[in-house]
C-alpha cells in the first residue's frame, strides 16, 4: 500500500513538474516599451512588435530596441484597432505576420520599405478604408491568403517583379479594385484570387501568367507595352555615345535626317523638349571628357 502511495505520488509530481515545464517553454518573454510591445525573435537576434497599446492616428516603427533591429510585426499586433489611420515602417522590417493589422476599420494609409518580404495570411483583411499602400517598392514575394479580402477602398495595385505568387482571397472582396499591375514574375494566380472582386481590371505582359489567368476566368485585362532601354546621348541608337550622335542631330537641324519622338528623347540633353546645336554641343563636350553635370551616357526607360 505504501509503495502503491509513493508510486502515485512520485507520478503526480512528475505530472505537475510537466506541465510547469510546458508553461515554461511555452510562455514568451515581451518588453514593454511605452505603449509598444516587443518580442525577442530569431534566436534573441531581432524584435518583432507583438502589440500596440495605444491609440494615435499616425505611427511610424523604430529601427532599434535595445540595439536590436525591429524586423517583424507578429501576428495580430494591431488588430481592430479602430484608431490607426497611416503607419510607416522603418527600413529594417521584414515581415508582417498573419492577422497583423485585420480590422483595422480607420486604417488609410500604408508606407512600406524596400526591404519587406512577407505580408502574411490575412495581415489587411478588412482593413476598409485602406486606399494607399505602396506594394511595388518592396520586395515582397507572395500575396498571401486572404492578405487584402474585404479591403473596399483599394482601387490600385502595382505589385512589384520579386512576387511570384498570388494565393487564395488575396483580394477578394475588394469592391473599389478598378487596376491591378501584375508582373511577368508571376507564375502561379490561385482561382479565387480576386473573388468577388467585379470591378477590377489586371494590367499584365501578353502570354504572361496573369494574361492567361484572366482570358481563362473572365476578368477584364489591359496589356502592357514592355519598356524599352535608351542610353542618353545615343542619338542613332547605336548603343554607345559617338561623334555619330552629335552629328545626327546636327544633320537633323538641315533636315537632312529625318527625326522622330525617340530620337528626341535620346538627345534632348538640355531636356527642354527639342533637339538642338546646344544638345550636339554637349555631347561633343562628354565625348571629350568635360564633365557638364548632365545625365549623357546613363541608361533609361523610354
Known amino acids: 500500500m ?24 511555452s510562455a514568451k518573454t515581451v518588453y514593454p516599451v511605452g505603449d509598444w510591445v516587443y518580442e525577442k525573435i530569431n534566436n534573441d537576434t531581432e524584435f518583432e512588435i507583438d502589440e500596440y497599446k495605444g491609440a494615435s492616428a499616425i505611427l511610424s516603427t523604430a529601427y532599434y530596441h535595445n540595439m536590436l533591429p525591429i524586423t517583424s510585426v507578429g501576428s495580430n499586433a494591431f488588430n481592430s484597432n479602430t484608431t490607426l489611420e497611416k503607419i510607416t515602417f522603418s527600413s529594417n522590417l521584414t515581415a508582417i505576420q498573419s492577422y497583423a493589422f485585420a480590422n483595422c476599420s480607420s486604417l488609410k494609409t500604408v508606407v512600406l520599405k524596400e526591404n519587406l518580404t512577407v505580408i502574411d495570411d490575412g495581415a489587411f483583411s478588412n482593413c476598409t478604408s485602406l486606399s494607399s499602400i505602396n506594394l511595388e517598392g518592396t520586395k515582397l514575394e507572395v500575396v498571401s491568403r486572404a492578405s487584402f479580402t474585404n479591403c473596399d477602398a483599394l482601387t490600385e495595385v502595382v505589385l512589384p517583379d520579386t512576387v511570384t505568387t498570388i494565393e487564395n482571397n488575396a483580394f477578394s472582396y475588394c469592391d473599389g479594385l478598378a487596376k491591378i499591375l501584375i508582373p511577368e514574375s508571376v507564375t502561379s494566380i490561385d482561382k479565387n484570387a480576386f473573388y468577388n472582386s467585379a470591378n477590377v481590371v489586371i494590367y499584365c505582359y501578353e502570354n504572361s501568367e496573369a ?9 477584364e485585362f489591359v496589356l502592357i507595352t514592355p519598356k524599352e532601354l535608351y542610353i542618353l546621348g545615343d542619338v542613332d541608337n547605336s548603343g554607345k555615345v559617338t561623334i555619330l550622335d552629335a552629328t545626327s ?39 571629350v571628357e568635360i564633365d557638364d553635370g548632365n545625365d549623357i551616357g546613363k541608361t533609361f526607360e523610354y
Do not use: P, W
Not at 505504501?2 to 517553454?25: D, E, G, H, W
Open 2 to 25: 505504501k509503495i502503491t502511495t509513493r508510486f502515485i505520488s512520485l507520478l503526480l509530481c512528475i505530472l505537475m513538474l510537466s506541465a510547469v515545464a510546458c508553461l515554461s517553454v
Open 211 to 219: 494574361h492567361i489567368y484572366a482570358q481563362d476566368n473572365g476578368i
Open 249 to 287: 542631330i546636327q544633320l537633323y537641324l538641315i533636315e537632312v535626317l529625318e527625326g522622330d519622338e525617340r530620337m528626341l528623347i535620346r538627345g534632348d540633353i538640355n531636356t527642354d523638349g527639342v533637339l538642338s546645336i546646344m544638345d550636339a554641343t554637349a555631347i561633343q563636350r562628354y565625348l
